[in-house]
C-alpha cells in the first residue's frame, strides 16, 4: 500500500502514487494540505539519503524532530545536529511513521563511511561522464549523477584535477568491497582525524595491526576503543571494519574500531523497518508456498512473498546486483527482513534544460514532464537545498536524474534528484535541451521518448543507427535513446540521437 502524502498534485492522472510537497529546503513547496485518515504505519528504524529538511525527509517520509532535544544527531564525524546534515547522507531514523508520509523521529544517527585524503580521480573511462570513480585512501568509490556534492562540482570531479582538501563520504557497500557514493563534501585536510572502511585482511593480533586495502591498520589494545560488541579476539572473522584516528603514509593509528556500516540497518526493539540500499546478491526464487523468493541487500536477507508489492514497474527479474531499491517490511528474525513494498531509488531517466513552468509540483523541461516526491532532492550546484516554489523558470538549466514512469498511458520522470546551475543560461542554452528514456514509437522521421514527440530523420541518428533502432523496436525491445535536441513545444528537433543502453530490456 502506498503512502497517501500530504499534498494533492491537481490536474495530474491518477494511478498508485500520490504525490506530495515538500517544505522547506529541498522538494517541493506549495499547493493544498490534504491530510490523508493514515494510521500507523511502522515503528522502528527508517535508513536512506536524506532528501530534503524542514523537519528532515528520509524514504519519502517528513519525520518531525520538534522531540528530540536541540534536534541533537548520535555521531562521532562532528555531526551534532539536524543542521549540520546535508541531502544525500545516509541517515537512521529510529521512530515511527505513518501511511499519510509523515513522521515522528524519536533519535537520528549518522556515520560517515570514509573521511580522509583522495588518493586518485578517474572519470567515466567510457567517456560518457555518467561517473566518477574516487579513491580514499584505498578504497573505490563511485559518484554519480545522483549523488550530492558539496564543496566541489560534478563537472569539477570529471575534470579529474586533484582536490587537495580531504572529503567526506557517506556511501552503500558493495557486493565486491567497492563503495557507491549518496554524498561527498570537502572538508579542510586533518590527518588526525580520518575515517576509514573496508575489508579486512592481515589480522595480526600479536603485532596489534591488520590491513584494510593499502592501508595498515594498528592500534594499542589498551587505549583502543571497540564498538558496537567488537573485541580484538572477532578481529579474525569479520569481513569489513570501520576505523577512525589519524593517518601518517599508509598507516592508520586507530583510537577506534567499530563494525562497518552494514549495522545501520541492524534490528532495534521493533519490527518495523524501511531502508534503502543496493543490492548485494541478486533475487532467487525458491517456488514454495506463499515464498517467491529472496535476496540480501544491506548484509539483511530480503524475503519476497505473493503479498510483496514492486512498485515503480519493478519486476522480479530486475532485482539484480547493484541496483538502488528501497524496501519496506518487517523483521522476521535479526537478519531476515520480509517485504512489504520494493521501490525503485536508482535513476533510469533525466532531462536537461531550463523550466518553462511549474505548478502543484510538476514542472516541464523540453516538453518533458517532471513530478518531484517527498524522496526528490532540489539543490543548487555546490550549493543548498531549495524549495520548489524557488525553481527558476526560464532562466537557468536544471538536471534531473529520476525514474521514468508511465501512468495511465502518460510517460513522466519521478525526480530523485533536481540540480539547478548557479550561473544563468545563456541564449542558446534557453531552447537547447537533452534527455535520456526508453523509445516508446518511432518513424522514419520522429521518435517518442519520455512523453514527446521529437522530428528525427536519418541525419540525427549518431553511427547510422537509424536503421537498428528500428529493427529493436520492431522485435519488441525498449532501447535507452540519449537524444540532444531544441526548439519549443511541441515542436522539437533533434541535433544527435545516440543508442545509449541496452542491459536492463
Not at 510537497?21 to 493544498?32: F, L, M, Q, T
Not at 500507523?40 to 517520509?61: A, H, K, L
Not at 589494545?221 to 564498538?227: H, I, R, T
Not at 519488441?476 to 543502453?501: D, K, Q
Request: hydrophobic content about 35%; charged content about 25%.
Amino acid at each position: 500500500m502506498k503512502r497517501q502524502f500530504r499534498n494533492r498534485v491537481f490536474g495530474l492522472a491518477t494511478g498508485t502514487v500520490a504525490f506530495g510537497v515538500i517544505s522547506a529546503c529541498g522538494g517541493a513547496g506549495g499547493g493544498g494540505l490534504d491530510v490523508a485518515d493514515g494510521g500507523i504505519r511502522g515503528t522502528g528504524s527508517s535508513v536512506g539519503p536524506v532528501s530534503g529538511f524542514g523537519s528532515v525527509f528520509v524514504n519519502g517520509v517528513e519525520f518531525s524532530t520538534d522531540g528530540i532535544p536541540n534536534r541533537a544527531v548520535e555521531s562521532n564525524d562532528g555531526i551534532t545536529t539536524e543542521s549540520a546534515l546535508s541531502e544525500g547522507m545516509i541517515l537512521r531514523v529510529t521512530g515511527e511513521w505513518r501511511d499519510d508520509g509523515l513522521g515522528t523521529a524519536d533519535e537520528l544517527s549518522y556515520d560517515d563511511t570514509l573521511r580522509g585524503p583522495i588518493d586518485q580521480l578517474t572519470p567515466d573511462p567510457s567517456g560518457a561522464g555518467e561517473f566518477v570513480t574516487v579513491t580514499v585512501m584505498g578504497q573505490v568509490v563511485r559518484v554519480d549523477r545522483q549523488t550530492v556534492v558539496r564543496g566541489t562540482t560534478f563537472a569539477g570531479l570529471l575534470s579529474g584535477i586533484p582536490i587537495s582538501d580531504h572529503v567526506r563520504i557517506s556511501a552503500w557497500r558493495q557486493a565486491d568491497g567497492s563503495y557507491r557514493a549518496g554524498y561527498l563534501g570537502t572538508i579542510p585536510p586533518d590527518l588526525t582525524d580520518v575515517e576509514l572502511e573496508g575489508t579486512v585482511s592481515a589480522v595480526d593480533t600479536e603485532l596489534n595491526q591488520f590491513t584494510i586495502g593499502t592501508i595498515t591498520v594498528e592500534y594499542d589494545e589498551d587505549n583502543v576503543s571497540f564498538g558496537s560488541g567488537l573485541a580484538e579476539a572477532d578481529l579474525d572473522s569479520v569481513t569489513a571494519l570501520e576505523v577512525e584516528g589519524s593517518l601518517a603514509g599508509t598507516v592508520l593509528t586507530a583510537v577506534s574500531i567499530d563494525r562497518d556500516d552494514a549495522r545501520r540497518f541492524s534490528r532495534d526493539n521493533a519490527e518495523d523497518v524501511e531502508y534503502t540500499a543496493t543490492i548485494d546478491s541478486p533475487y532467487t526464487a525458491s517456488g514454495t508456498g506463499t515464498l517467491p523468493g529472496e535476496f540480501t541487500i544491506g548484509n539483511l536477507t530480503v524475503r519476497v512473498t505473493d503479498t510483496t508489492e514492486l512498485e515503480d514497474n519493478l519486476t522480479l527479474s530486475d532485482l539484480t546486483e547493484g541496483l538502488l531499491v528501497q524496501v519496506e517490511g518487517r523483521f522476521l528474525s535479526d537478519t531476515v527482513v520480509e517485504a512489504e513494498e520494493i521501490e525503485l531509488r536508482d535513476g533510469n531517466a533525466k532531462v536537461k534544460g531550463v523550466i518553462s513552468s511549474a505548478a502543484d509540483n510538476t514542472f516541464i523541461v523540453g516538453g518533458v514532464e517532471v513530478r518531484v516526491t517527498p524522496a526528490s532532492t532540489i539543490r543548487i550546484e555546490d550549493g543548498p537545498g531549495i524549495s520548489f516554489s524557488e525553481l527558476p523558470q526560464e532562466l537557468r538549466v536544471v538536471e534531473v536524474e529520476g525514474i521514468e514512469t508511465v501512468q495511465d498511458s502518460q510517460v513522466f520522470i519521478e525526480a530523485l534528484k533536481v540540480e539547478v546551475d548557479d550561473e544563468n543560461a545563456d541564449q542558446d542554452e534557453l531552447s537547447q535541451y537533452e534527455l535520456e528514456g526508453r523509445l516508446r514509437d518511432i518513424s522514419p522521421t520522429s521518435i517518442s521518448v519520455l512523453g514527446i514527440v521529437v522530428d528525427a530523420g536519418p541525419a540525427s541518428f549518431k553511427d547510422d543507427s537509424q536503421t537498428e533502432i528500428i529493427d529493436l523496436f520492431d522485435q519488441g525491445e525498449t532501447p535507452v535513446l540519449e537524444v540532444n535536441y531544441e526548439g519549443t513545444a511541441p515542436n522539437f528537433t533533434a541535433a544527435e540521437i545516440e543508442l545509449e543502453s541496452r542491459d536492463d530490456d
